[in-house]
């Protein structure tokens, strides 16, 4: 998901720019009933810290975590209410098995292409959202990014070029996700450049398309929860960016922040 790495050593900073009509994080609502998460993509990366996250809130809430690798799986099994099962989310049975049980599922899947040319970002997302439909999983979070969709504008014509096939097998989960599954409360959050440093707390959702800048992944996690907490976020398409950031391809004008309560 290092989408706009390329663009890393720019810089200008746009923090002056942003409305803040956020509510408190993590607000408490009736979708904290959620006990048991499964989440795909967990072994690393934003999905990483989805999982660390939510097993930090120590309430109770279980994850389920779909890995490959089955060092990662024996790592994540020794983490208290986490339970890794080994498998490849491009396998539709394998993605089902392990979501059966669970209350709300959240896919952070993007990578490279399997050995049959089909990529993870498309193959492995539609999995997700088809098991969800099946077990009845209703509430769906899925990470894709800035790009895909009616945000297409705010990616810079070669950055675009370049990250063409990834944006545009996720735009295609997108699509299905919107298309077919009516009765989900999904929620869709792309973030901008992915940076792997520790969250700043000023990363913001908004529903603006055409905004793009830089974003840490431990946010990227935090605002995927808060999204999760948030009835007011379903249904809903966000872009994620941390206007505290500098860089010079970042958005130049207000930017109003999606208010999650």
Not at 53 to 67: M, R
Not at 68 to 84: I, Q
Not at 174 to 188: A, D, F, G, H, P
Not at 214 to 243: C, G, M, N, Y
Request: net charge negative.
């Amino acid at each position: 998901m290092l989408f706009y790495s390329l663009l890393l050593a720019l810089s200008v900073p746009v923090s002056a720019f942003v409305t803040q009509l956020q509510g408190p994080s993590r607000p408490t609502t009736e979708l904290e009933a959620y006990k048991k998460i499964f989440v795909a993509g967990g072994s690393k990366g934003v999905g990483r810290k989805v999982v660390n996250q939510i097993l930090e809130k120590s309430d109770g809430t279980a994850v389920v975590a779909l890995v490959r690798d089955p060092a990662v799986a024996e790592e994540l099994n020794a983490l208290d209410g986490c339970t890794a099962i080994v498998g490849d989310a491009m396998d539709q049975k394998t993605v089902e098995n392990a979501m059966d049980g669970c209350d709300a599922a959240i896919t952070t899947l993007g990578g490279g292409n399997s050995d049959g040319g089909e990529r993870v970002d498309y193959t492995g997302n539609s999995n997700v959202i088809e098991s969800a439909g099946i077990l009845g999983v209703v509430r769906i979070i899925l990470v894709t990014t800035i790009g895909c969709g009616n945000s297409k504008d705010a990616t810079p014509e070669s950055t675009y070029e370049v990250l063409k096939d990834v944006i545009l097998a996720k735009n295609k989960a997108e699509n299905l996700l919107i298309k077919y599954y009516t009765n989900s409360n999904w929620t869709i959050i792309r973030p901008g450049g992915l940076k792997s440093e520790p969250m700043t707390g000023k990363a913001i959702l908004t529903e603006d398309n055409t905004v793009l800048g830089l974003i840490h992944r431990e946010d990227v996690a935090r605002l995927v929860l808060e999204a999760l907490d948030s009835s007011k976020t379903e249904r809903q398409i966000l872009s994620a960016i941390d206007p505290t950031i500098e860089s010079s391809f970042a958005t130049e004008k207000p930017i109003e922040a999606f208010a999650l309560v």
